[in-house]
């Protein structure tokens, strides 16, 4: 039983490009959770999906990112015109009650 | 304030020694988690509770609800648990529940 699976694990965008980090959760699990993790900051939630729906996302900023997990495939966090201060880690969680949550490797993404 | 506070920031030890690091939080929570994360790798769960204690291995984490606090301690400590331990507090906001996060405590482990 595969983990959390998170890809690309390092990703360069230039500013104003776009990025697109993939989540695929654990087998059986449909809730997935999208964090954030700044240079020398803690995480934060960004927004909790569940299939085919939004449930939570509070933590996401107003403009230039979404998110959406379809009912095939994996969930995607997507970072529209990225600029330097969007360079974080981005982790993925999954559960399968909405309770437990399994983290993955997670996404470090880098502007330039 | 932040709402959850770990303490200490960062903690040195030498191989053997027994580690406690210490999680406050100021809300009302569902569950509490302790999380690992080794540089630049993923973040592993290590337990969520809600009441009492839990044990696995060298590790125990405790929890007091009346004084919202935890501690994760760390038994003979050894290098590999060198890490960033990260505790999270899971509460319902807005109608789901989600994890608010503490900075984390950086322990190094020397041999």
């Known amino acids: 039983n595969a983990g959390v699976m998170q890809n690309p694990r390092h990703l360069v965008r230039r500013r104003g490009q776009e990025a697109r980090l993939r989540c695929s959760p654990m087998?059986?699990?449909?809730?997935v959770y999208w964090y954030r993790q700044l240079p020398e900051e803690g995480l934060k939630f960004m927004v909790y999906?569940?299939?085919?729906?939004?449930?939570?996302e509070s933590g996401m900023p107003k403009e230039r990112f979404s998110a959406e997990f379809p009912k095939e495939g994996p969930s995607i966090l997507r970072i529209q015109q990225v600029v330097r201060g969007d360079s974080a880690a981005y982790f993925c969680?999954?559960?399968?009650?909405?309770?437990?949550?399994?983290f993955g490797q997670g996404t470090r993404l880098t502007v330039v | 304030k932040n709402e959850v506070e770990q303490s200490p920031q960062n903690l040195t030890a030498q191989e053997g020694e027994f580690i406690t690091i210490n999680c406050s939080y100021s809300?009302?929570?569902?569950?509490l988690h302790w999380l690992q994360q080794h540089p630049g790798g993923g973040i592993v769960s290590l337990f969520m509770l809600s009441s009492g204690k839990k044990k696995h291995g060298r590790l125990i984490a405790t929890i007091n609800i009346q004084e919202k606090h935890s501690s994760l301690h760390i038994t003979a400590s050894h290098p590999r648990d060198s890490a960033v331990y990260i505790c999270a507090a899971r509460r319902a906001e807005g109608g789901s529940e989600k994890l608010v996060f503490g900075k984390g405590t950086k322990l190094t482990v020397n041999p």
């Open positions: 999906l569940q299939k085919e729906n939004i449930i939570d």
């Open positions: 087998k059986g699990h449909s809730h």
């Open positions: 969680a999954s559960s399968r009650s909405g309770v437990e949550a399994f």
């Open positions: 809300v009302g929570i569902s569950a």
